[in-house]
């Protein structure tokens, strides 16, 4: 879809309307916190690992004690002492000395190396080795994951499974996320009924509403279906004006145009500012958007497949917008696309 298109030129402009970050920061629990949206950068209050620890089993050397090993030099270490994982320290090895350790275990750094069990002949009490072993073989340096400090989650993103273990990792039990956008939904239409109603000739049922509520749900909002509202302009408005006191963005699906008047752009005029009137591209017309004190109104058509289409170039902008997701924004995959 090029740059340049009147699809992209209405949804820059659109977006530009809608306060970006408008939604409160909310504490929230970190095994509770998937699909929420980052409200600062998350930094590590510590180093992970917290201590270096061995990711082998083995022995435990100082690396200065193997460099004349070879095989024509064979060197033995008497083993001084055992460290399980959960132990609190780990002893220095003397000269020609081993720590027997397990992995997981803590250990010293730097200078000090793991020998492998099957880099050694082992004995009773003893191990022999046949070459050196360079500093920090086999050893999980103390903050080579994360460094203490260091963002481990940027503002503004949706926390996944990988950043929930993350944060959980370096000990942290609540994080600071933008609370989820709560939305109402409405379908329009005189000659539209619940999709569980029985139909009778001239009535159409109403799949919008499920359809957007799902399509809501996965885009990380909170929806509150409303109904169905009939072609009484004044009984809209005042329900559309009830719910913009509640929540944070209003949906409406159908309705455009009712007798001969531009149904829903006067009714945006009504609650607030109308920014978009139709998009000049085809099935573009119901593509209706306004602001009213910074609370988007996403009016696409009351055609199922144009009304999924048009919430996904809109809709989604928004509640981006809302809770400050700074993305592209949506293409249009539709198979007429911008035409």
């Known amino acids: ?6 699809l992209v030129e209405a949804q820059k402009k659109f977006a530009a309307s809608i306060p970006f970050r408008s939604l409160k920061a909310v504490s929230m629990n970190v095994d509770q916190a998937l699909k929420q949206v980052t409200a600062e950068d998350i930094k590590a209050p510590g180093d992970a690992p917290p201590y270096p620890r061995a990711i082998v089993e083995g022995f435990l050397v100082a ?3 193997t460099k004349e090993a070879s095989e024509v030099n064979p060197i033995t270490f ?10 609190k320290s780990c002893p220095l090895p003397g000269k020609n000395e081993g720590i027997q350790v397990a992995t ?8 000090y190396a793991i020998v492998r069990m099957w880099d050694a002949e082992i004995g009773e009490g003893e191990f022999t080795i046949k070459r050196p072993f360079p500093p920090n073989f086999f050893i999980e340096e103390q903050g080579c994951d994360i460094k203490a400090g260091t963002v481990v989650v940027p503002k503004g ?12 990792s370096i000990g942290l039990t609540s994080v600071k996320v933008m609370r989820i956008p709560e939305v109402s939904l409405f379908a329009s239409g005189d000659e539209v009924i619940p999709h569980t109603k029985k139909l009778q000739p001239g009535q159409i049922r109403d799949c919008n509403t499920p359809m957007l509520y799902a399509a809501l749900q996965g885009s990380g909002a909170i929806p509150h279906p409303q109904g169905i509202m009939k072609d009484d302009f004044d009984a809209f408005v005042a329900a559309v004006k ?3 006191a509640k929540d944070d963005m209003v ?18 005029k009504e609650v607030g500012e109308l920014i978009i009137d139709g998009v000049p591209m085809r099935s ?14 996403i009016c696409v058509a009351g055609h199922p497949p144009e009304a999924l289409r048009g919430f996904r170039l809109f809709g989604v902008a928004a509640l981006n917008r809302l809770v400050g997701i700074d993305a592209p924004l949506p293409m249009d995959a539709s198979p007429q696309g911008g035409k």
């Not at 879809?1 to 009147?6: A, D, F, G, N, R």
């Not at 993103?157 to 959980?168: K, V």
């Not at 007798?259 to 006067?266: K, T």
């Open 1 to 6: 879809m090029p740059e340049s298109s009147p």
């Open 63 to 65: 690396c200065e004690h």
């Open 78 to 87: 008497k083993v001084k002492g055992n460290i399980e994982p959960g132990d």
């Open 104 to 111: 997981g275990s803590i250990v010293h750094q730097g200078q």
């Open 157 to 168: 993103q949706r926390l996944t499974p990988e950043d929930i273990g993350n944060l959980a």
């Open 242 to 244: 009830t719910r913009l």
């Open 251 to 268: 949906v409406i699906a159908g309705g455009t145009a009712v007798g001969g008047r531009d149904f829903v752009s006067d009714l945006i």
């Open 284 to 297: 573009g017309r119901p593509l209706i958007m306004g602001v009213a004190k910074g609370k988007p109104i």
